[in-house]
């Protein structure tokens, strides 16, 4: 007897790694198909982003700080790792916070937040440029890239032919949205959906509900992380965003421009904001030669599709986002899998 194949996405990278970690794919009947999706924000951050990021660097004076991955990803002609060994100042720092402490460290110099990250990462960015506002620091800028993950999922959503018959919801993002930013999907989309946690049993209750929804035909949105996770989120963070961002267009690798997708720096901090001091604008590139990062983040291929996996890309010598970051589908299948095992 055959079954149908049913695809879950698991929207988020924690969840890509975590999956893999247990070993839960292979542990799951041959028709659940699990595929990644755009929730990786080193990976989604385009190449175009990446190129300006790189410009940046090259101003005089700038120190350039952000996360670990961010300085490994390559853009068009290089990564900031590279930048940095030609002699750019580039500091990874562990929360934006850090930044402040930089700016007040380096009085003549700009320091500039390249700020990634999804509704996890962009309420500290928040505080901090309140902090900095508040203190009067002058020489702090963000190059705000931070990305709005509800957008993203209405587009997939929203694509003719969407081939996703459940959804995996990232608990990270959930925390601080809760859950109504996220109802569209089962109910203008007819796609079950729980937000879950990070544990192999979180996961698996997820999965289960996600099935149960799935043979039922009766789309809803759950949580199987009611422990963290409240209906209403994190009111605190929220209200940080909304002081300090507005919505934007924003290109996402893999999927393109999408409206109201981004955050940028509202009237009253557009002081900090780098494009703005340093008269700058993103500007697409295409993405390196040979590599599908972008159909792998929007479900369409899986890392094993691509002809470099492995040979020309390794996490040593990556050749796309998602082979650097820790959160990347391409690292993961690398570290936990072999091609054609999966
Ligand atoms: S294996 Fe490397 S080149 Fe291929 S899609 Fe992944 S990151 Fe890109």
Redesign the pocket.
């Known amino acids: 007897m055959s079954f149908k194949t049913m695809r879950i996405m698991e929207v988020c990278g924690t969840h890509t790694m975590s999956i893999f970690r247990h070993g839960l794919r292979s542990a799951l009947p041959k028709n659940i198909k699990l595929i990644s999706g755009p929730g990786c924000p080193v990976c989604v951050t385009s190449q175009g982003e990446i190129d300006l990021a790189i410009k940046v660097s090259e101003k005089e004076g700038v120190i350039i700080a952000t996360y670990g991955d961010m300085v490994r990803v390559p853009g068009s002609n290089g990564s900031l790792a590279d930048r940095r060994a030609q002699g750019a100042e580039v500091e990874v720092v562990l929360s934006a916070a850090q930044c402040l402490d930089l700016a007040k460290d380096n009085p003549d110099r700009t320091v500039v937040f390249l700020a990634v990250g999804f509704e996890t990462t962009a309420p500290a960015t928040a505080a901090t440029v309140i902090q900095a506002k508040r203190d009067g620091i002058d020489n702090l800028s963000v190059l705000c890239f931070h990305k709005r993950v509800p957008p993203a999922l209405e587009l997939l959503a929203s694509t003719p032919n969407c081939a996703i018959d459940g959804l995996l919801l990232p608990g990270h993002v959930a925390v601080i949205l809760g859950h109504e930013p996220f109802r569209f999907l089962p109910e203008g989309h007819g796609i079950p959906s729980v937000i879950a946690g990070f544990s192999a049993g979180e996961i698996l209750s997820a999965l289960m509900e996600l099935l149960r929804q799935i043979k039922a035909k009766s789309p809803a949105l759950e949580s199987r992380y009611a422990s963290v996770v409240r209906p209403d989120g994190n009111r605190t963070a929220m209200a940080l965003m909304d002081q300090v961002f507005e919505h934007t267009t924003s290109n996402w690798r893999g999927l393109g421009p999408i409206d109201g997708s981004g955050l940028k720096l509202s009237e009253d901090y557009r002081s900090m904001d780098c494009l703005a001091r340093f008269d700058l604008k993103a500007e697409e590139a295409p993405e ?1 030669d ?4 972008g159909r ?1 983040l929007s479900g369409q291929k899986e ?1 094993g599709d ?1 002809p ?2 492995g040979r020309r ?1 390794t996490p040593v010598t ?6 650097v970051s820790g959160e990347g589908t ?1 690292s993961a299948w690398y570290r936990y899998g072999r091609k054609g095992e999966l």
Not at 290 to 293: A, D, E, M, R, S
Not at 318 to 323: E, F, K, R, Y
């Open positions: 390196p040979g590599c599908i990062c792998i890392p691509c470099l996996f890309c990556p050749v796309g986002p998602c082979m391409c």
